[in-house]
């Protein structure tokens, strides 16, 4: 029952449900757009990216955090937990334009602590190595997207099915980046890194309902779609239970900034796939008289 009445009214709307999420889509790249006017690149670059300096210290002294960002201007400040107890094992500051001097009399003033190798450790990047090394990531992120428009194109055969699945991977990347510059998440060399799993993880979905509409033949194209649907939907959602337990209950810094990408991606991909990849297949299959 519940099926025939969702057939009945993506027959009658699927074209305005295709149009939703390139609205979305575009909203989202007139958002990155902004930000590059605004700050002259399409992401907030941590250290890793844009060089500085990334120093921890352990204590379990109480710090005002929100004040070092402020006194030390360009600056990111973390409490570092202890997983299994929730205290406090220590902070992280990462900043630009310090000396690891200047940075480390600073921090001594305003912990009242004497810092050394026991209690303290320090990694610099330099602004040169840390453009280097973000102007490779691109690269590498523009080719696996390339390489991976290839596939899709010798998968398929056919322009429109395959752009249909280019688009969703597309529009992932871009909805979750802009989502990410509007949480003001500074990226670092791990996040672009997730900007690539999320070229894989998009794409599984859309290839498997494409391949369903055009390669198989057995019952109505809904049907085929519809099956297809309920693998990938359950395919998505445990993938991001699992990101969301992750996240929770990680302590490690990486993993969060990775696995909130590649969950904001996949909450993207539901509708990039199943409402414009879908459509478009649809509407497809329906020129070519493919039932």
């Not at 840390?130 to 398929?156: C, D, K, N, P, R």
Request: hydrophobic share 50%; glycine share 6%.
């Amino acid at each position: 029952m519940i099926k025939q009445q969702v057939e009945e009214f993506y027959n009658k709307h699927y074209k305005l449900l295709m149009i939703l999420p390139l609205i979305v889509v575009a909203l989202s790249l007139i958002s990155i757009v902004s930000f590059y006017a605004k700050t002259g690149d399409i992401i907030n670059k941590d250290i890793t990216l844009k060089g500085g300096i990334s120093a921890t210290i352990y204590t379990e002294k109480q710090v005002n955090t929100a004040e070092i960002e402020k006194e030390l201007v360009d600056a990111s400040v973390r409490t570092l937990t202890d997983l299994s107890t929730g205290k406090q094992i220590g902070i992280l500051v990462e900043v630009s334009g310090k000396t690891s001097d200047e940075l480390k009399s600073y921090l001594e003033k305003k912990v009242d602590l004497t810092l050394d190798d026991q209690n303290y450790s320090v990694e610099e990047t330099g602004p040169s190595l840390g453009s280097s090394f973000y102007s490779e990531l691109l690269m590498v992120l523009f080719f696996a997207f390339i390489l991976m428009g290839i596939t899709v194109f010798i998968t398929f055969r056919n322009f429109i099915p395959s752009i249909a699945v280019i688009q969703a991977a597309f529009g992932d990347m871009v909805i979750a980046l802009a989502a990410v510059n509007l949480m003001g998440m500074k990226i670092s060399s791990a996040g672009i890194v997730a900007f690539l799993l999320v070229i894989g993880y998009s794409i599984d979905t859309d290839i498997l309902l494409t391949t369903k509409a055009l390669k198989k033949h057995e019952g109505k194209l809904f049907d085929r779609m519809w099956g297809a649907m309920k693998t990938g939907i359950t395919m998505v959602l445990t993938a991001m239970a699992a990101l969301t337990v992750a996240i929770i209950f990680s302590n490690s810094v990486v993993i969060k900034e990775m696995f909130t990408i590649i969950l904001i991606a996949l909450f993207a991909d539901l509708f990039t796939t199943f409402f414009t990849n879908a459509g478009i297949v649809t509407w497809y299959c329906k020129k070519k008289g493919i039932q």
